[in-house]
């Protein structure tokens, strides 16, 4: 059974940081692409980040020098660190592994971020 579990969450002040952590299982996580989604309230799901197999990494232009992506093949999880932290960054924040090869995708069940003062 293939889970994802998203931790770290939380309220922090404007101007914060915070680190999102996923934990993967059921797979075999060096196969997968992973991604940082999260959705506003009223509003679609949007792409944060991306973290290739190979290590590329891509971020969303409203995130780009605050938010940093990376992963830890060892423990199976891939984190978020955010920076710098604004009000418009309150989601719910999605883990999202995409298999490299099958695109064969598992989301995870979602941690809240709320930056509020």
């Known amino acids: 059974q293939v889970q994802l579990v998203e931790s770290g969450g939380g309220l922090v002040q404007p101007g914060g940081s915070l680190r999102l952590s996923c934990t993967a299982s059921g797979i075999v996580f060096n196969l997968y692409t992973m991604h940082w989604y999260r959705q506003a309230p009223g509003e679609q799901r949007a792409l944060v980040a991306t973290?290739?197999?190979?290590?590329?990494?891509n971020y969303a232009d409203s995130v780009k020098g605050r938010f940093t992506i990376s992963r830890n093949s060892a423990k199976n999880s891939v984190y978020l660190e955010m920076n710098s932290l604004k009000s418009e960054d309150t989601a719910v924040y999605y883990c999202?592994?995409?298999?490299?090869?099958?695109?064969?995708?598992?989301w995870g069940q979602g941690t809240q971020v709320t930056v509020s003062s």
């Open positions: 973290l290739t197999i190979s290590g590329r990494t």
């Open positions: 999202h592994a995409e298999h490299d090869i099958t695109r064969q995708r598992y």
